[in-house]
């Protein structure tokens, strides 16, 4: 179903493109997506779709996914098994291809559990350079 949105009351528009023009410029005022902040990284990761496994280092990471560069392609929208990999800190769990960027593929977490969630965060505080527990994800983790 279609989003119908209503016509903006001070509407000028003479005709119908000057219209829709509009009225995607009034929907994207109102449209507002959350994106948790980032933390630069550099640490290898592996990447585990059908049959091929892409290796790659990580170039940022954050509580809902991160962006790295890998030694091949997949098609976006794939889902995958991810290996984390920083100093003695390791970590497995799923993740979808969200984009492709120059060499740059970014990923999405899939979390199964919420102790996988939890998991994560406290590998994203280390592998920012963060201490455990300074609480810079409190807010991703009450999500």
């Known amino acids: 179903m279609p989003i119908v949105l209503p016509e903006p009351i001070w509407s000028t528009a003479p005709n119908q493109a000057d219209l829709k023009r509009e009225r995607l410029h009034y929907l994207a005022m109102y449209t507002f997506n959350y994106r948790p902040p980032r933390f630069p990284t550099d640490f290898p990761v592996d990447f585990v779709v ?17 962006q790295a560069e890998f030694n091949g392609t997949a098609v976006v929208g794939d889902l ?13 769990l799923y993740a979808r291809i969200t984009y492709f960027a120059a060499s740059q593929t970014g990923l999405s977490f899939v979390f199964r559990t919420e102790q996988e969630r939890a998991q994560l965060l406290r590998f994203v505080e280390i592998a920012s350079g963060r201490r455990p527990g300074q609480g810079i994800l409190r807010a991703a983790q009450s999500r």
């Open 80 to 92: 995958g098994m991810l290996t984390l990999d920083h100093s003695e800190n390791a970590l497995k």
């Open 50 to 66: 059908a049959k091929a496994t892409l290796r790659g280092r990580c170039n940022n990471i954050n509580s809902s996914g991160l």
